[in-house]
């Protein structure tokens, strides 16, 4: 993790530096395993027990594998009442996929967001950092065909 | 009204600093490095400039209070945690005129005295971070940013700090504990952070789009600026619009254009010719407004007046056809998840009425769940540590206010008529 050193000199503690420690791990090794944990908490010289504590509270960093796109769907009120529920059926039947869950091949994981900021687009998903707008039962699946 | 916060975006190189530059970008941090710090707090006092982020403090007052602080480092911190459900004003600013926000937090540095900044930009912005990285890369390079702003004796480093998913560190107290590498729980005040902030050392958070109004304030003076929109909190506004409108989006209006005229005028009326049937005028957490209640101008000295609040300007707009049963119960649901568990009437209170909730909408609900509701409700508000958990209990109690029949209806009819239930 050498990029931390630069990142630590942003800040004048060296525990400022754990959530983008964080993402750096969880991005090296897929989510935040034992061994990210292990590896944040040696870098930055910070207990074990702090890095789990500070990452369990924050709802974009994962305690489990994902799959290979991570699908990260609203379905707060702008997004509701353009019926992102039903794309959330569509998920299920199409992919299998519940909220929380991953595909069986490791395609997809699926998380429900709460508002990620393009109300005037609804409804609307980030697939890993892409954002996906004006969904509907049509686009969705030609969007998530591109993800393979 | 011209606009000045969304200036020039239409131009699709708005985020690059030659144009920026081009576009009379960073001028106003030339005027003001040649104004002594404790002019530049003069002014922005008499601007009458109010935090943009939802509690409307005075912002000239806020920063008095820093720099009479005798303690340095001084910290300052852009807010663009913009978590509010339905609140996109910040992200215009963000990922199309980045260099307004970098100049106004560079101003601001000089007037608070303030070497060091930090942006603590929310997780779910990726494109924002790339953008800004860069801008903020790119006014390095030409000397805005670093120990001699401009060949002057004021210096000021800038980052980005990114969130991860919570609500809650949109709240000072709660921002300033996750940029110190910790669980997002707010802290008691006092100490406000303007004397003991982020490191212990005195800090100034500022939200986006207030920062973003500090070159204009500089550019035009404080008392030009103080005729914009209402008297009592003047400046251009960004009011973002979403939900049951033909023309959802973000609208730079004079602060105090009505409810009405923002909706009708601006966002092109209900969708499909539809009637309106109730608003959310400020985010989800103010209290939601029926149709003939909104001939009020959306601003934080009148809002309260009418029945709600200004919030973040983030207006949802709901015509005929939506069950507010649900619009509550989803609110609800995003209450109980992102109350950080500190205090246990918000912990404890979101997710009974969250379940309460979640029965009427889906038929089960019982004689009696709505004084239940309040009654949750009523032993929240007040008696937690920060806006959360009252933001849930006026929800409630507002829903149940203004739209109670409906609240009866599906109890008496056994689910909602409109045959919609929870996901």
Redesign the interface.
Known sequence: MKELDTIKEKYPTTRAAILPALYIAQEKFGWLSPEAIEEVSSTLNVPKALVRGVSTFYAMYKHKPMGRHLIQLCTNVSCMIFGAETLLELLKNKYGLEPGGTTEDGRFSLVIMECIGACDRAPAMLVNNDFHSNLDDNNITEILEKYK | MERYLLRNIENANSADIEEYEKAGGYQSLKKALSMEPKAIIEEVKKSGLRGRGGAGFPTGMKWTFASADPKFPKYLICNAD???????KD?PILEKNPHLLIEGMIISAHALQARYG?IYL??????AREILENAIKQAYEKGYLGDNVLGSDTGFHL?V???????ICGEETALIE????????PRIKPPFPVNVGV?SMPTVVNNVETLSNIPYIIEIGAEAYSKIGSPDCPGPKLY?????VEK???YELPMGTTLREIIYTHAGGIKGGKNLKAV?PGG?STPVLPADKIDCPMDFVSMPKHGSMLGSG?V?V?DET?CLV??CW??MK?FE??S?GKCTPCREGTGWMRSVLERIENGQGKDGDIDLLLDIAGNIAGKTFCPLGDGAAVVTMNFIKHFRNEFEEHITNKGCIQGTKT?
Not at chain 2, 82 to 88: I, K, N, S
Not at chain 2, 178 to 185: A, D, F, T, V, Y
């Open positions: 913009e978590g509010e459900p339905g609140t996109f992200r930090y929310r997780g779910e912005y990726p494109q980052s700090h990114q969130g991860a998913g919570a609500y996750s940029l110190e590498g910790k669980r997002g729980q490191f973002s619009v979403s939900g049951h959802p989006g973000v959310i989800i983030a949802i709901f939506t649900k619009v989803r609110a995003f998840h992102e950080c996901a």
